[in-house]
Nanobody, 124 residues
Framework: QVQLVESGGGLVQPGGSLRLPCAAS????????MSWYPQAPGKERELVAA????????NYADSVKGRFTISRANAKNTVYLQMNRLKSGDTAVYYC?????????????????WGRGTQVTISS
């Protein structure tokens, strides 16, 4: 059974930092691209950071560039989101996602898994 478990959320003052780990089990972690999606109240989930399976390629939403860093430790089956200079607009439930997307000739497959999220609240 595949599980993604986010942790590290909490209440932080504006300008503060948090590090969110997401621990994966039940899958070949090193084969999956990983991403973080915050979902603010009343809004859809938004992709803010992604990292490829090997960890050599990352992408960020403009809203978090220069403030957030995604990384992974394949030996620990864990992906991290380091969040610095946090703003009130970063308040959301943060979900991690694992995606395996491949094609072999005419056959393609897409698999994704989601965690249950961790609450991040930025407030003074």
């Amino acid at each position: 059974q595949v599980q993604l478990v986010e942790s590290g959320g909490g209440l932080v003052q504006p300008g503060g930092s948090l590090r969110l780990p997401c621990a994966a089990s039940g899958l070949t972690f090193s084969s999956y691209a990983m991403s973080w999606y915050p979902q603010a109240p009343g809004k859809e989930r938004e992709l803010v950071a992604a990292i490829n399976s090997a960890g050599g390629v990352t992408n960020y939403a403009d809203s978090v560039k220069g403030r957030f860093t995604i990384s992974r430790a394949n030996a620990k089956n864990t992906v991290y989101l380091q969040m610095n200079r946090l703003k009130s607009g970063d308040t959301a439930v943060y979900y991690c996602s694992a995606v395996l997307d491949w094609c072999s000739g005419p056959v393609c497959s897409y698999t994704d898994y989601w965690g249950r999220g961790t609450q991040v609240t930025i407030s003074s």
